[in-house]
Nanobody, 123 residues
Framework: QVHLVESGGGLVQAGGSLRLSCAAS????????LAWFRQTPGNERESVAA????????DYGDSVKGRFTISRDNAKKTVYLQMNSLKPDDTAVYFC????????????????WGQGTQVTVSS
């Protein structure tokens, strides 16, 4: 069982930065790949960033490439999402997710989810 708790969301002006954190309560953190997704009301969930169990492989959604960075601290059992050059279109609820490590595409098969944290970017 994996329990995920996101934090760090809030209100920021366009062009600003935020760092989201997701702390995991799990016995062996390195057994899991991790990802961030986001969603706005009435829209499908969007893939934002993902990292494999080791931290050595990452992937990003096209809309955030070059602006967002995902990282993980296995000692602290925490995954981060550094968000720079934020735009109003980045406004969404951001969810952290985990899956048992896999060689499959980093975007699929996430079974464990956090409750989400709201990010609002004002223009």
């Amino acid at each position: 069982q994996v329990h995920l708790v996101e934090s760090g969301g809030g209100l920021v002006q366009a062009g600003g930065s935020l760092r989201l954190s997701c702390a995991a309560s799990v016995r062996t953190f390195t057994n899991y790949d991790l990802a961030w997704f986001r969603q706005t009301p009435g829209n499908e969930r969007e893939s934002v960033a993902a990292v494999d169990w080791s931290g050595g492989k990452t992937d990003y959604g096209d809309s955030v490439k070059g602006r967002f960075t995902i990282s993980r601290d296995n000692a602290k059992k925490t995954v981060y999402l550094q968000m720079n050059s934020l735009k109003p279109d980045d406004t969404a609820v951001y969810f952290c997710a985990a899956r048992l490590y896999s060689n499959s595409n980093l975007w699929y098969d996430y079974f464990y989810w956090g409750q989400g944290t709201q990010v609002t970017v004002s223009s």
